[in-house]
Each structure stands twice: as structure tokens, then as C-alpha cells.
């Protein structure tokens, strides 16, 4: 069996060193903010509790996609220590990057004609395609070929879960999901949407609930819901610089025996300038994502 590597991108929303640990390298997204270019790095060149009190004062950073130059340089060192390719990318329906990396993969394998370039659209983001990649790892770890590996992830990538809800109603609105009315009233009347991941890679509203205590109610609801055979293995909890929300939606989870284990992580640079601060994306593999919020 030849050798092969994971690699994925910083909208992964995992700790560098959990990736390392796992032996999957990582590359990073471009943020534009305050006039300063950043290599996404899981906030290693930026303080978290700066960015996200500055996007609650207004700031509007942009983002930019890994171009196939930059991809090309990634991928280029493994193909010359032999190794064959796995890259698990952020969902192409949010993102060019996932095009750019095919480009670099075209590129390349005139070079190497002989080695696997596989890349698997996630349809997913943040801790969504995180839990892909870490189940990439442990696959490989108990064995598994890459194309065996790629097969499981394509079954599974439709029933990994987002639940997320918001605090800030109006980053929604600069992004074009709900209309400046709604997050005006919405505001003013504490009004949180749920929000989901669609297969179609779509961030779609599938309820609205009254304050912050209600909406993580919400959504251990929703897991419950989603789960078809008793606990999740495990849950990630990606937050925007609200840790303590997020580890009292962690206990909730576990009081209620739904998951073995419930990780929390920061949500990274990329994905807050266009959620805003506060947000919580909980994921996790379950029933097929139409079926967890489907309305009874």
C-alpha cells in the first residue's frame, strides 16, 4: 500500500495541534482586517478576543481564498517524498478554494503522473469538514487505503450535522441571508435564528426562538433529534469568542447523555468575519442532514 498524507485548510476550525497530532497538515485562508493581510494560523499572529470585539464595533473584514499557486506549494513537497495525496476541503459551495486546489491537482499530475491527487469536497465548514478530517485520520490510522478512506467520507459527508445559531442578527444581514428588517426586529426583540448546513452546502434558517438560553436549548433538541442510534461518538462546538455559552452547551449535551465526548474550539478567523462574533456551530455525524430538521 503506498504512503499517503491528509492535508486540509485552516476553515477546518481544528487546533493546529490536534491536527499534528493526527499528522494532517494544514494550509491557510487569507484574512483582510484593519488594513493588515493575515495567513490564517489559528490565532497564533492575532488575538481572538481583539477580532471579535472589533467585529462587534463594526469592523468588516474580508477573506480570500488559498489561490492554486499556493496550493501547488503546499502539495508539491509530499508528491516528492512519494507520497500520494488526500486534501479535505471547505465546501465548494462557500468558497473558490476547493477549485483552486483542483487546478493545483491538474497541474501537478502532469508533473507526477503516477501519484493519487484526491480531493473531497466536504460540502461542509468549519468543525463540519473538521470532523471529516479527523475521521480521515483515524481511518487511516486502523488502516485504510486512501481510496477506502475517500469512499467512507463521501457516505458519511451527508450526515455530518450543523447546527449553528447567532448572536448578532446583522452579520447575517451583511451577508445577504436575512433582510435588514428581520435583523432589525430581531434584534431589538432578542430574536435568535437556528441555522443549518443543506446538502447543498446552503446556510438555511430552520427556526427562531426568543433570547441566547433558549437557542442553545434549541439546539441540543436538534442533536437529539439527529442522533439515530444513541450518543455521538463525538460533538464539536466551534464558538466565536463565547467560550462560556459554549461550555454550558457542552454540559447540557453531556447531562443528557448525548454525545461520548463534546470538544470545544474557537471558530477561526475565516468563518467569524462572516458570522460575526458569539455564534455557535455544534456538528456532528448522525442522520442525514434534511432528516435532523425536517419538521414533524
Known sequence: ???????????????????????????????NHDGKEYVEDNWQSMDMHQYYTSLQKGATPTTSQITPARFYDFFKPFLEKGEDLLYVGFSSSLSGTFGAANVAK???????????????????????FGLLVLEAAKKKAQGLSLEEVVTHLEELKFKTNHIFTVDD??????????????????????????????????????DKVKGRKK??????????????????????????????DATHLKQMILDKNLANEVMVTPLGMVIGAHTGANVINMVFFGKDREETVQKA
Do not use: W
Not at 2 to 25: G, R
Not at 216 to 244: R, S, W
Open 169 to 206: 442578527l446583522n452579520h447575517l444581514k451583511r451577508g445577504g441571508r436575512i433582510s435588514g428588517f428581520s435583523a432589525t426586529m430581531g434584534t431589538m426583540l432578542s430574536i435568535k435564528p437556528i441555522l443549518y448546513m443543506s446538502k447543498e452546502g446552503k446556510l438555511l434558517n430552520i
Open 106 to 128: 491538474n497541474m501537478l499530475l502532469e508533473e507526477f503522473p503516477d501519484k493519487k491527487i484526491m480531493l473531497l469536497d466536504s460540502m461542509a465548514a468549519s468543525a463540519g
Open 215 to 244: 437557542s442553545l436549548h434549541t439546539m441540543v433538541d436538534y442533536l437529539a433529534k439527529g442522533l439515530p442510534n444513541g450518543p455521538a461518538e463525538k460533538v464539536i462546538l466551534a464558538h466565536g469568542n463565547c467560550f462560556d
Open 1 to 31: 500500500m503506498m504512503s499517503y498524507k491528509i492535508l486540509t485548510d485552516s476553515a477546518c476550525d481544528l487546533p493546529f495541534e490536534l491536527l499534528q497530532e493526527n499528522q494532517v497538515e494544514v494550509i491557510g485562508l487569507v484574512v
